[in-house]
């Protein structure tokens, strides 16, 4: 009786092994993702089996290779994403690497210097694809999907550049995205993009400025005066958003306003 | 009508029962993590596999031998030398070569604490604070529950031939 009812616990504990081991195989292979492939230009800082892929700074993935895209020359790596994340990653899907940045305006991702770079992505959902092409920086409309968009269009951009900030009473309001000629080639278009909190100061009878650099008005009669906004727009440039009153309807996605020149500003002021 | 089991069929059962059971951990053992890193604020995860493929990387073909030797073709050959020598009693397999399988699997079965020894090293010499630290994961409690039962599976086997029941 006592040797039946060792081999009983015996079996039992063999039972119990049993649906241990196949419930945390099923687990697991509940939770193998797949791999993708993303092409970069430029993938210096990643480390394979080390560097991961971030969405909001949650890991959803492993870089497993980087190797050297014969065909096109460029690197390429290999990830293997997890499975709860699949669904995101649509054709569509942007990649970009991400390192430290250190600029006159701000430092960026500088947690990356301890934890190494990493690849971010901004997902758009759909059909889940494995070969994807990475950008060479982060897409700037991201961060502001929720804010407003709005596009300037000036004879010359002098000074500007994509990330210089638009300011509202000398407080960052939003930022430039993209910068291109109109289609006569004859203005430059810069999209520029407001956060959120300040979609509201955009007004349409709002009027945007040129404030990058200094101006100096050299007069020996009248006297000389240089006006400086602040070393930040000095060096990367910046935009004056001036809001008259608020009783004007609020801007729409895509307006286009008019950008005056520092001239053109300070006349406005002084009048 | 009444069948009671004979004391022989009690022990290979027995055996039978810790065996199964330790195949059944067996693959987890070794698809989940056996010890995890942090260091500069993450996580990496090593399976016995990465580990063995990292040694090798790293043009240290001796450890990395051992390690697959002592952590994966070890523990297989155990297990279905185990299998065998159960299920051998109803085949007409010869009683010296029983014996034989059943010393080798008690010999080579100290080897497959090897990673085991391996991670408590690791964890013991590795502690820089927040910095870095290693710590052993599923994938060794499962290793050693795998070991521990399949000690228990030779152990029962071997009792029973040396208690003369197993020897026809």
């Avoid at chain 1, 895209?69 to 569509?92: C, E, F, W």
């Avoid at chain 1, 060479?136 to 000074?159: M, Y």
Wanted: aromatic share 10%.
């Amino acid at each position: 009786m006592r040797n039946l009812i060792l081999t009983l616990i015996i079996w039992m504990i063999c039972f119990t092994a049993i649906t241990i081991g196949v419930s945390l195989t099923y687990k697991w292979y509940r939770h193998l993702g797949k791999d993708i492939y993303i092409h970069f230009h430029d993938v210096s800082g990643l480390v394979p089996n080390q560097s991961k892929i971030m969405y909001r700074g949650v890991d959803i993935g492993t870089i497993n290779e980087i190797e050297l895209d014969l065909t096109t020359g460029n690197p390429r790596i290999r990830a293997r994403i997890v499975k709860q994340a699949m669904p995101l990653l649509g054709p569509q899907s942007k990649f970009w690497v991400v390192s430290p940045e250190v600029s006159v305006g701000a430092v960026h991702n500088l947690s990356t210097i301890s934890t190494g770079d990493y690849v971010a992505v901004f997902p758009i959902p759909g059909k889940f694809t494995e070969e994807f092409y990475g950008l060479a920086e982060a897409p700037v409309d991201h961060k502001f999907s929720a804010g407003l968009r709005v596009v300037l269009k000036a004879n010359d951009a002098t000074g500007i550049e994509v990330g210089s900030e638009i300011l509202y009473h000398d407080l960052s309001i939003g930022e430039v995205g993209e910068m291109g000629l109109s289609d006569d080639g004859k203005k430059v278009m810069i999209t520029v993009y407001i956060d959120k909190p300040y979609v509201k100061v955009i007004r349409t009878n709002s009027y945007f400025a040129n404030v990058s650099g200094f101006y100096a008005d050299i007069n020996i009669f009248t006297g000389s005066k240089i006006t400086l906004d602040s070393i930040r727009t000095l060096i990367r440039g910046g935009i004056k958003v001036v809001t008259p009153d608020f009783k004007c309807p609020l801007a729409k996605d895509g307006d286009i306003f008019k950008m005056l020149s520092r001239e053109q500003y300070n006349a406005l002021e002084e009048s | 009508m009444k069948r009671t089991l004979t004391q022989k069929q009690h022990y290979l059962l027995r055996s039978l029962g810790f065996t199964i059971a330790a195949m059944a951990l067996y693959v987890p053992a070794n698809i989940y993590p056996f010890m995890t890193m942090k260091y500069s604020g993450q996580y990496h995860y090593t399976t016995i596999w990465d580990g063995i493929r990292t040694l090798y990387d790293e043009n240290m073909l001796i450890t990395a031998t051992i390690v697959l030797a002592a952590s994966i073709i070890i523990p297989i050959f155990k297990l279905i030398a185990l299998l065998f020598v159960i299920l051998a009693d109803m085949f007409d397999v010869a009683y010296n070569v029983r014996t034989s399988l059943l010393a080798l699997i008690e010999f080579i079965g100290r080897w497959s604490m090897l990673d085991i020894f391996l991670v408590a090293i690791m964890v013991a010499l590795v502690k820089f604070g927040s910095f870095a630290t290693v710590s052993a994961d599923s994938g060794t409690y499962l290793l050693g529950c795998v070991v521990i039962l399949t000690m228990l599976a030779s152990a029962t086997l071997s009792e029973c031939y040396e208690v003369k029941l197993c020897e026809t």
